[in-house]
């Protein structure tokens, strides 16, 4: 359904656009973790995580037509972001959908981006209903977050770039919120290194995947009360899914201060800002939870937006 | 008393050893600065700040005799830091005096590279007889944190990667704690495009090197209460003050809450950790403070050894 030759269709149509971010190496990480870990810095994407790149080239692929009605998006904040800076980027208009709790720091910069804002309370209100009656009424092209195999494949550039940079590993690590990161990122390092083992991260109270995984069917899960708000969808995608059925060998728990310690980490030893969500897979390493026969790990930090003042409050 | 060619020396001497820092370019920061900014990010260095390539290049000049004795060396912390890790590469031991009010991160990360420490306090001692009493009764060799030509050489190597890689700029800016930074660093500019304007920051309350300039020599001033507690010093350096009288231009000053809005920019929009000191050329670009006719400015963010919870306090 996504392929790597989509993958790296995306990345010749993000070529320029999006930044190819750096591969941080940190000798201490390497001696805590057991292995050697290479860390694709997503936090330093434009509009400050992954989510650029599925975003954008989504975006891109709309028609001319379409571009010029504009686009609409549901997120509880980079894809929101990201959808914004896209549109910009193209010449078009965006209106996203955000929950009312969103951090204040992602609302601003989406409204930054210069994108229209209508938000919803994502304990009580259905935000697929409100997107799809804005792009039903006014004629927008709705770019979901995840569930969409351009945004798959955008997302899956992130993984082209690491392993581009430093060949094979044995291991592939990225956090789930609706899938669409891991999806695109397997896709990619299972195509083209067979053997790679690829592994979720998911927040204790968010394990929407993981137990849908071992249900074999999605699993809805009541909304997930955790630090972690990128990674709280309560039900994989459609498209998702099955894709990461496919795909993903294991899933892996980490708690809200699995996630605390791994945004200090970061903070104290490699010197950058990590959102919660962005900690997922550091947390994993940290924590020793993958398989210990793991040598030579990628793992991807998938964002940077927490605010100064958040940032504070979490890890003070 | 300090060349280019001492600092190409230096260079290639710290080649492979050091990191070749990344240079960080935000349209965001062009905007709030009213130019193009590149900045140099020393936080990146091993050992967190740009203090391990001066530190590294005068104990690789060292001979092994002197390197089998040890080092010793005083600071306000980050020199420690790369001291500690220059005679640990070096394969030789370091004796680091360091004050008692020193953060508990870098006091940590001190003794994390192997170095022994002896503390004292910084308002009523001398860390100077402290540190000659300790090089002659222990035979060891002593490397200052900034008034050496080997240490000023091996900090201008920063600027020569940051010229190398983004060419000719109208503008420096530089931290000036003892001025081994901005001596090194002006050596580089002014040899490579004369006409360059160099700007060194001070925080108001540690004014020691601008009111050494306005007088035409060395002022002492008391110990700056200050959070930019890298750039302390009392009175500049009898080598750096003479260096720095030919190669600065001018010295801007900022408070401690430019230098919070500074860090929090960082960590906001640029996603990386500045410790205080570190943030000051951020803050006196972002206040504008800067000479209106720069238009290509390069600024060196010396360090980012603050902690998780130190970092909290300082910006919740």
Redesign the interface.
């Known amino acids: 359904m996504v392929t790597l030759q989509d993958v790296r269709d995306a990345a010749a149509r993000l070529d320029g656009i999006a930044h190819r971010t ?1 591969v941080i190496h940190s000798r201490t990480l390497d001696e805590l973790a057991g292995a050697q870990v290479f860390l694709k810095a997503e ?2 994407q434009r509009a ?1 995580a992954f989510k650029f790149r599925g975003a954008y080239h989504a975006a891109s692929r709309l028609t001319a037509d379409q571009l010029s009605r504009g686009i609409v998006a549901f997120s509880s904040g980079n894809h929101a972001q990201a959808v914004a800076l896209a549109a910009r980027e193209l010449g078009s208009s965006a209106i996203i959908v955000m929950p009312t709790d969103s951090p204040a ?1 992602k609302i601003e910069a989406v409204r930054g981006y210069g994108a229209d804002i209508v938000t919803y309370d994502r304990y009580t209100e259905d935000r697929h209903a409100i997107a799809g009656d804005l792009a039903a009424t006014r004629g927008l092209a709705l770019i979901p977050p995840y569930d969409h195999p351009d945004v798959i494949a955008g997302q899956g550039t992130a993984t082209l770039e690491l392993l581009d940079e430093i060949g094979e590993i044995d291991t592939l690590v990225a956090p789930i919120g609706g899938g669409g990161l891991i999806a695109g990122s397997a896709t990619v390092a299972k195509a083209l290194h067979p053997g790679v083992r690829v592994i979720g991260v998911e927040p204790e109270a968010g394990d929407d995947t993981r137990r849908s995984l071992a249900a074999g069917e999605p699993v809805r899960i009541p909304v997930a009360r955790t630090i972690a708000d990128g990674l709280t969808v309560p039900v994989p995608g459609d498209i998702t899914f099955p894709l990461n059925q496919r795909l993903v060998d294991e899933v892996i728990l980490v708690s809200d201060d699995d996630l605390r310690d791994a ?2 980490f970061a ?2 030893r490699l ?3 990590l959102e919660p969500s962005g900690a997922a897979g550091l947390a994993a390493l940290l924590t020793r939870r993958l398989p210990t026969d793991s040598a030579r790990i990628g793992a991807i930090l998938s964002g ?1 937006n927490v ?3 958040r ?3 979490l ?2």
Do not use: C, H, Q, S
């Open positions: 750096p936090n330093f400050g720091a945004m200090r903070l104290d010197k950058i800002v940077g605010g100064a003042t940032l504070a409050e890890i003070g």
